[in-house]
């Protein structure tokens, strides 16, 4: 494997940490403070060996070590429970954090009973060098997440929120999960089916229904805070019933999002799939009835926040005055402009819709009203259904969402500028050089005007490397914005902020195949990078050769 980068070693405490239930700044503390043993895949670990039945074998490895730890850990916390510790001598609650009592408890190192098979040997170290470490990476933690200093808020809030929880729950597959988890951690256990087959085993009845499951998770939850005591494992169970439950992407991120809100109630735009599903299907069942006209008029009227249906139909481009006195035909003729007008709003609906409180509630009365639902309560009901059904739907199924409709392509301007530049565009006309290579699929847009006449200009020349080599060239880089790294070795890093320099390839192709076929003619800067084999630069610079 090589050595870990810092973002690579990261990725299995938060794997770990989150399994175990322990707190992932110490996993980081162990791994400063011990770099030991010499790993096999030249990494170094965390201060654990072997015991018992626990071999080498399964620690010879950095994703080894960092799994024993986080269950050694976890295994020292069972210890000192059974020994009498109360929470408060583990945790401090105000800060966050483990207790400085729990750490010298850690720095004086561990020896598992031979019942826990999954825990190592840990190897004493130094406290103040332990506790160091771990506070800084619980402050930077914390700062990163913009938590506030003092954490006391934290265990009441969890509390409301688990005992709210069960009034709001919809049976939905990633609520289950999230008790799921909550139970699989608050007892300890590595995975879900042990979750499962513990709540089995306490229960009289089979689990394999949903229902069933479902009646016994919601009884579970809803004792959790009656028995909750604050130890730190019993926190994380809460914490990531929380994080699974409002879909946030951290376990700080739970934190942050209970500050202002502890209620379990589900966000208003959490069904907006469905809805955008619903308004996707209408174009299919709309057959010009009066009904559905009125509908989708009234949905149209709350969409732009007008005062009456007349304002709708006019902004829609009918003058209601002209259909007093009409003939039968020309109602019809007004009916049926009515409706692509209608159904011109309705397939714009997806791509205009930016989740504000007025527009869902269009939305929502749009599907009361079609559904004929007695209110707004029961048209969510409908979606909720939907989206249960969604969830589990295969590509090609019935209930699988419909496939989102492209909106026409807008015409080519003449002249390309910082106002109009469209992603799926070619640069050029007939060229497969497009807006959205040179600005990594928009990430990274010009901000002047001489850019953009820059990347024309390469896009040109760009034209004819391709012409001559007969084969397509993909885009690796292309403009990059001044001070961000260009992230290859390149003496000229700079000509890419000004959208002049790329890196492309060509597929089957090495990067010395294209150099030695360009550089005869290429009047502009050419360079390899030896790390990057296939990958060649290009700009339209004074006239240089280089490998890096």
């Known amino acids: 494997m090589g050595f870990l980068t810092a973002a690579h070693r990261h990725h299995y405490y938060i794997q770990e940490a989150t399994r175990a239930g322990i707190h992932l700044p110490l996993l980081v503390a162990l791994y400063a403070v011990h770099q030991s043993p010499l790993l096999e895949d030249g990494e170094v670990g965390l201060g654990i060996s072997p015991a018992h039945q626990l071999g080498r074998d399964q620690l010879k490895t950095f994703p080894q070590q960092v799994k024993v730890a986080a269950t050694t850990l976890r295994s020292i916390t069972s210890r000192l429970t059974a020994q009498g510790w109360s929470a408060t001598d583990m945790w401090d609650e105000d800060n966050g954090s483990y207790t400085d009592r729990f750490l010298q408890a850690i720095a004086d190192g561990y020896s598992p009973p031979v019942t826990d098979t999954g825990a190592g040997l840990l190897e004493t170290t130094d406290l103040e060098a332990l506790r160091t470490v771990y506070r800084a990476e619980v402050n930077l933690s914390y700062q990163m997440a913009e938590l506030p200093y003092n954490l006391s808020f934290l265990d009441g809030a969890l509390l409301r929120f688990a005992q709210n929880l069960v009034d709001h729950y919809q049976s939905l597959d990633y609520q289950r999960q999230a008790l799921l988890e909550a139970v699989r951690l608050w007892r300890k256990l590595d995975d879900v089916p042990l ?318 195949q294209l150099y030695w076929m360009l550089d005869p003619w290429w009047a502009g800067g050419l360079g390899r990078c030896s790390q990057f084999p296939h990958l060649i630069h290009l700009d339209r610079g004074d006239r240089t050769r280089w490998l890096q």
């Open 195 to 512: 979750a499962i087959a513990a709540l089995q085993a306490d229960s009289d009845e089979s689990l394999s229904l949903e229902s069933t499951l479902d009646r016994v998770l919601l009884d579970v939850i809803s004792k959790l805070p009656d028995n909750y005591a604050g130890y730190p494992h019993q926190r994380e169970a809460l914490l990531r019933l929380v994080q699974l439950w409002r879909q946030v992407a951290t376990r700080e991120g739970a934190i942050a999002s209970l500050e202002t809100n502890d209620s379990a109630e589900i966000a208003p735009g959490s069904l907006d799939a469905a809805l955008i599903a619903f308004v996707l299907t209408l174009p299919h069942h709309y057959q010009g009835k009066g009904e559905q006209r009125n509908t989708l008029t009234e949905a149209y009227r709350l969409w732009h926040d007008l005062d009456s249906r007349t304002v709708a139909i006019r902004h829609l481009g009918i003058d209601p005055k002209a259909l007093i006195d009409a003939t039968p035909d020309a109602l019809e003729s007004a009916a049926r402009q009515l409706d692509r007008a209608l159904l011109q709003f309705i397939r714009t609906v997806p791509t205009q819709f930016n989740e504000s409180d007025a527009q869902r509630v269009a939305l929502l009365k749009l599907v009361q009203l079609w559904r004929h639902c007695d209110n707004s309560f029961q048209a969510r009901q409908t979606l909720l259904e939907d989206w249960q059904r969604m969830e589990r739907a295969t590509h090609l199924s019935e209930d699988a969402p419909p496939a989102p409709v492209p909106l026409p392509a807008p015409s080519r301007p003449v002249t390309w500028s910082l106002n109009n530049l469209q992603l799926d565009a070619p640069i050029l006309p007939h060229s497969r050089f497009t807006w959205a290579m040179a600005t990594q699929g928009g990430i990274w847009v010009p901000d002047t005007q001489e850019t953009v006449d820059t990347i024309v200009a390469l896009t040109e020349c760009l034209q004819e490397v391709s012409d001559r080599l007969g084969r397509s060239l993909q885009v690796a880089l292309w403009y990059v914005p001044p001070g961000m790294p260009v992230g290859v070795p390149d003496p000229v890093s700079d000509r890419h902020t000004t959208g002049n320099a790329i890196k492309l390839y060509s597929p089957g192709l090495s990067a010395n």
